[in-house]
């Protein structure tokens, strides 16, 4: 069974703290995604990574970084947060070229 | 550019009263049609992946099947526990590892 986990389900930060949001993969996946979810926005990307120590901005990286040291863990970055942050985060795997599993996601509040 | 509508916005249905949401797509060469389901809160939980017009999956009370414009994913008889937000999205031939997501559509069954 896939299985995709993230450090946090819920996580409350104050404006300018930085913040670290973790994800660890069990699939031996290639690539990992960080999305943002919002109410009417939908699912959008921060930045995804094809590779161990690769990474790709994806439609919104302003504000976010990521660092992949080993395969299996992807780690979003919020280098000093603000409340437009507060959003839902979702971690995501696939194989190249292949569905994508997501984690159960984190609900970031950032006062 | 790879677009994805999902139509109606929000569906609701009495139990046991079949129905189809649609997925629209536009896309330079598809790669891949993926349906997920979300609950409130929750991560997104793969269903189907859909490669060919013609190709059709079926789990349970769902089936989903795949145009070369669209997909539908059609219920059978449903119990109030498939409620939830259904998500679909479309791989292309030039999008590298990214998917592009619907907004969803909201079903509520009621019993």
């Known amino acids: 069974d896939v299985k995709v986990t993230q450090s946090s389900r819920y996580l409350v930060k104050r404006t300018g703290e930085k913040v670290f949001l973790e994800c660890v993969q069990d699939m031996d996946h290639e690539n990992m995604f960080w999305y943002r979810q919002d109410p009417g926005l939908g699912l959008r990307l921060i930045y995804f990574s094809y590779d161990v120590k690769m990474k790709e901005k994806g439609d919104i990286p302003e504000g976010y970084s990521v660092s992949r040291e080993k395969k299996e863990r992807f780690s979003l970055i919020l280098e000093s947060a603000s409340t437009n942050q507060t959003s839902m985060y979702l971690c995501?795997?696939?194989?190249?070229?292949?569905?994508?599993?997501f984690g159960p996601g984190t609900r970031l509040t950032v006062l | 550019e790879d677009q994805v509508t999902q139509s109606p916005e929000a569906l609701r249905l009495q139990e046991g009263e079949s129905s189809s949401l649609n997925c629209s797509y536009t896309v330079s060469g598809l790669r891949g049609l993926f349906w997920y389901r979300q609950d409130p809160g929750k991560g997104p939980e793969f269903l189907f992946t859909?490669?060919?017009a013609g190709e059709e999956k079926e789990k349970e009370r769902l089936k989903a099947t795949l145009t070369k414009k669209e997909s539908f994913l059609h219920i059978t008889a449903p119990k109030p526990e498939d409620s939830a937000t259904y998500l679909c999205?479309?791989?292309?031939?030039?999008?590298?590892?990214?998917?592009?997501f619907g907004s969803g559509t909201r079903l509520s069954i009621r019993p």
């Open positions: 999205a479309v791989q292309g031939s030039s999008s590298a590892s990214k998917i592009i």
């Open positions: 859909l490669y060919s």
């Open positions: 995501a795997g696939s194989s190249r070229g292949d569905t994508q599993y």
